[in-house]
């Protein structure tokens, strides 16, 4: 089992960047896909980003490409979301989450509290 906490959120302006961080407990943090999704009011909780076990390889949803990059450091049991280029549209709940599966996979099993993310026009 595996515990998640996000940091980062807040307030921006668009265009501007922010760094969501997420700190993973336990010692197996490397045996986990590790994946960001975001909710908005009134939305479904949508896919973001993904990135496999040893960091190499990643997708992305097609709104965020070019300018969001997950990234992972397993010393730390940490994953990380830089976005760039920050839209209104992207204003919305961040939660970081585990999956047992491969980053291709749709499921994952352990989920954080989230932290807010607000993009002001």
């Known amino acids: 089992q595996v515990q998640l906490r996000e940091s980062g959120g807040g307030l921006v302006q668009a265009g501007g960047s922010l760094r969501l961080s997420c700190a993973a407990s336990?010692?197996?943090?490397?045996?986990?896909?590790m994946g960001w999704f975001r909710q908005a009011p009134g939305k479904e909780r949508e896919f973001v980003a993904a990135v496999s076990r040893g960091g190499k390889a990643t997708r992305y949803t097609d709104s965020v490409e070019g300018r969001f990059t997950i990234s992972r450091d397993n010393a730390k049991n940490t994953v990380y979301l830089q976005m760039n280029s920050l839209k209104p549209e992207d204003t919305a709940t961040y939660y970081c989450?585990?999956?047992?599966?491969?980053?291709?996979?749709?499921?994952?099993?352990?989920w954080g509290q989230g932290t807010q993310v607000t993009v002001s026009s």
């Open positions: 336990g010692r197996t943090f490397s045996s986990y896909s």
């Open positions: 989450a585990a999956s047992t599966g491969t980053y291709m996979s749709s499921s994952f099993d352990y």
